[in-house]
């Protein structure tokens, strides 16, 4: 009669699984949800992620920093802890003191001191991250922050030699600037700790054998920016896809390194849109611009971009100016 979660481990064709099991109490019986999680560390390198080259070196350099803070953002189910995951195997787990703290522990990290809040009784990430900055940690890994207390004791830990990396849930990389604000850490520290927010989504691809060829209507130009009809793609159902008209998913996402422009719009801080605008002076970089490129060259459909867009929570007039 309680809402449960638990895990259980699975082996499928020679490949073990880690399974995280949801149960709900509903009016017709229990509602179960099982999420499957791969426990293979090759899932999680860098190189694999699809970061464009350049912006996967400067992660790879920023990740041998001793202090500052990486912050991943986008909503759930936008690969945000994969790639928290990926950047903690990519580092040196021999010579680094390196601790997580998650709810829960998703994926086991060889060499990394990973520990699992139980509010239950009473270790919450709060009382984790001050028991964790007694242990003399190089890196630490902070798997969501969702309150104050939490968001002031990882950027403190920041500024004090330690590299932190994290995740926020906001719409894009300049709500994350203004959500830390928010929680009442002073804009001083934000700028001094900040130093690289990613936002990410997982766009789902078009399935290659059903999909169709759709000419843009009037409101897809517009919506597009395209100055005549182009013939775009559109899913379909077939039984390769599962009648989903999708297969598999691509990351797409904007990534913004704080440099002394951004600091003094923040410290300056009055329109978001300011500090988005200045963020993406070439909008080629920025998410909408990329979702849009995936609909024009076929990878995905008008639909995913619109559903995308909105969990953005950016008006089109807004990224027209943008």
Request: aromatic share 6%; glycine share 4%.
């Amino acid at each position: 009669m309680k809402p449960q979660d638990g895990k259980m481990k699975f082996i499928y064709k020679d490949k073990e699984l880690d399974l995280r099991v949801s149960s709900l109490p509903t009016i017709y019986g229990e509602k179960i949800v099982i999420r499957i999680l791969y426990a293979n560390s090759n899932l999680y390198s860098l190189d694999e992620l699809g970061f464009l080259k350049q912006d996967k070196e400067l992660i790879k350099k920023l990740l041998k920093s001793q202090n500052g803070m990486i912050l991943l953002t986008g909503p759930t189910g936008s690969g945000k802890t994969t790639t928290l995951y990926a950047m903690v195997m990519s580092m040196d787990r021999e010579r680094k003191n390196i601790v997580t703290v998650e709810n829960p522990v998703e994926y086991e990290i060889e060499k990394a001191n990973q520990v699992n809040i139980n509010p239950n009784v009473g270790l919450d990430f709060t009382r984790s991250l001050s028991s964790i900055l007694r242990q003399d940690p190089d890196v630490i890994m902070v798997g969501e922050i969702i309150d104050e207390k939490a968001a002031q004791i990882a950027i403190t830990a920041s500024l004090t030699g330690h590299l932190i990396l994290s995740t926020m849930h906001c719409n894009d990389a300049p709500s994350s600037i203004i959500r830390l604000v928010d929680m009442k850490v002073p804009k001083y520290l934000v700028i001094d700790s900040l130093v690289l927010i990613i936002s990410q989504r997982l766009v789902k691809t078009l399935c290659n054998n059903c999909k169709k060829i759709h000419t843009t209507t009037k409101e897809e130009m517009i919506d597009l920016n395209l100055d005549e009809p182009k013939n775009i793609f559109k899913a379909d159902r077939c039984k390769y896809c599962n009648y989903t008209g999708y297969v598999g998913r691509k990351m797409v996402y904007e990534m913004v390194l704080l440099e002394d422009k951004h600091k003094q719009l923040i410290m300056n801080y009055e329109d978001i849109n300011k500090l988005r605008k200045y963020t993406f002076n070439n909008k080629e970089n920025s998410l909408s611009q990329k979702l849009k490129n995936l609909v024009l060259i076929g990878l995905t459909s008008y639909d995913e971009y619109i559903a995308n867009l909105q969990l953005n929570c950016i008006s089109k007039d807004e990224i027209n100016e943008v």
